[in-house]
């Protein structure tokens, strides 16, 4: 049984990882803005702590995930709040929960990130082109520390149902990932300690997602 601490447990891949840990037996804990989301997340086996990853410094995030096996980077601005909440959240955020687990001794993190020519094909705006550089900064801060991380870059995300089936390796051709099988791989990842201090590019593929995690120990 592992002990997981979800930052961004209400989002579309975060309460996917959420559900699939508690259904296998794991204890999770996560982080969400309002008291609503608590109240829903205690009746599907969650348990969520009322906390803002902007506000928090690093110092009350470690007093939180104190206790955890591992965390879980899911959580993004989403659009909402422009440049400046990009900024403190999918770029600082990360570098946050690193700090925070140094202090609280939890050395297992998993980040799920971006591919990074992420729709280039679509020419996005500068918005957009501002999301991918807060990514990668909170990236390379990650992968300056101690910690034993992972960083999962998903390719475009959908809610159709999961198919078990990836395309996962150190680079892939962007196409498109659905968020139950990118859950799915990031749990795999956690119950998996030898893949370890890896940046892995995951899309839809032809492969079981247990096998193309597993290959990547010996990677």
């Known amino acids: 049984m592992m002990k997981v601490f979800v930052v961004g447990i209400a989002g579309g ?6 559900a699939r840990l508690v259904a296998q037996g794991d204890q999770v804990g996560g982080l969400v803005r309002r008291p609503a989301q608590v109240e829903e997340l205690a009746a599907e086996g969650v348990a969520a702590t009322l906390g803002d990853i902007v506000k928090l410094s690093a110092e009350e995030l470690a007093g939180i995930i104190r206790g955890h096996d591992a965390a879980v980077f899911t959580a993004g ?3 909402e709040g422009g440049p400046e909440t990009v900024d403190q959240i999918d770029g600082a955020g990360p570098g946050k929960l690193a700090r925070a687990a140094a202090i609280a001794g939890v050395s297992r993190i998993v980040l799920v990130s971006v591919f990074p ?7 996005m705006d500068e918005e957009f082109e501002h999301y991918m550089v807060a990514k990668k ?3 390379v801060e990650l992968v300056l520390t101690d910690r034993d991380w992972v960083i999962v870059r998903p390719s475009a995300l959908s809610n159709a149902p999961g198919t ?3 395309d996962l390796g150190l680079a892939k051709v962007h196409e498109e990932i659905t968020r139950d099988d990118v859950a799915e791989t990031v749990v795999e990842v956690l119950r998996q300690p030898d893949v ?15 096998d193309a995690v597993a ?3 010996r990677t």
Do not use: K
Not at 13 to 18: D, F, I, Y
């Open 215 to 217: 290959a990547m120990a």
């Open 137 to 139: 900064q909170a990236e």
């Open 77 to 79: 601005a989403g659009g």
């Open 164 to 166: 078990g089936l990836v």
């Open 13 to 18: 891949v975060g309460r996917r990882v959420a």
């Open 117 to 123: 020519e992420a729709w280039r094909e679509r020419r």
């Open 196 to 210: 370890s201090r890896i940046i892995l590019e995951v899309t839809g593929g032809p492969t079981p997602i247990a």
